[in-house]
T-cell receptor, first 112, second 119 residues
């Protein structure tokens, strides 16, 4: 039982490159989300989804796209990477209710 | 305006003593949930404790308890009998919404408190 799996663990991009951060869960959770963590800023919500086919923006959505074609997967796409997107990215999943989120182990992204 | 405020960037406590980490929140939604997470230096996010807005009693989980004061909008985490392994970042978070698909389900985090347990 893998829980929440994020890939890759580390990534270095050049400015302007695009990439997709993968998030997969096997807990049949309706709710999936992406956060970024920057020093002194806590975790900030990028995008979230309450079910397949439904996505919405969080606090810092600019520069990122998401889609939710299946319950299991919620990829985060960086269309044109910028140094400001250097961060640690977490995928988190949960039930659509006041239940705790389960986090992946994070992806450390550096944009040069 | 910040929805979750953690006013203590860093806290120090002696091993075996209790420590309280402060958290205040701001919401007009009557239905919400409050969470505490621990992030050790290895980076993973570990769920510690949850308090629902309608819960009558303060939540407890082992050495963790949540001092929930609804009128003051505070949800402080109390760690009893601190251990060296408790040294970590601690995040308070709030989820608003009614739990139905299509509702506003967003977990908002505070900026965290770094706890150091001294031997």
């Amino acid at each position: 039982n893998a829980g929440v799996t994020q890939t890759p663990k580390f990534q270095v991009l050049k400015t302007g490159q695009s990439m997709t951060l993968q998030c997969a869960q096997d807990m049949n959770h309706e709710y999936m989300s992406w956060y970024r963590q920057d020093p002194g800023m806590g975790l900030r919500l990028i995008h979230y989804s309450v079910g397949a086919g439904i996505t919405d923006q969080g606090e810092v959505p600019n520069g990122y796209n998401v889609s939710r074609s299946t319950t299991e997967d919620f990829p985060l796409r960086l269309l044109s990477a910028a140094p400001s997107q250097t961060s640690v990215y977490f995928c988190a999943t949960g039930r659509v209710h006041n239940s705790p989120l389960h986090f992946g182990n994070g992806t450390r992204l550096t944009v040069t | 305006a910040q929805k979750i405020t953690q006013t203590q960037p860093g806290m120090f406590v002696q091993e075996k003593e209790a420590v309280t980490l402060d958290c205040t929140y701001d919401t007009s939604d009557p239905s919400y949930g409050l969470f505490w997470y621990k992030q050790p230096s290895s980076g993973e996010m570990i769920f510690l404790i949850y308090q629902g807005s309608y819960d009558q009693q303060n939540a407890t989980e082992g050495r963790y308890s949540l001092n929930f004061q609804k009128a003051r909008k505070s949800a402080n985490l109390v760690i009893s009998a601190s251990q060296l392994g408790d040294s970590a970042m601690y995040f308070c978070a709030m989820r608003e919404g009614r739990g139905t698909q299509g509702g506003s389900e967003k977990l908002v985090f505070g900026k965290g408190t770094k706890l150091t347990v001294n031997p």
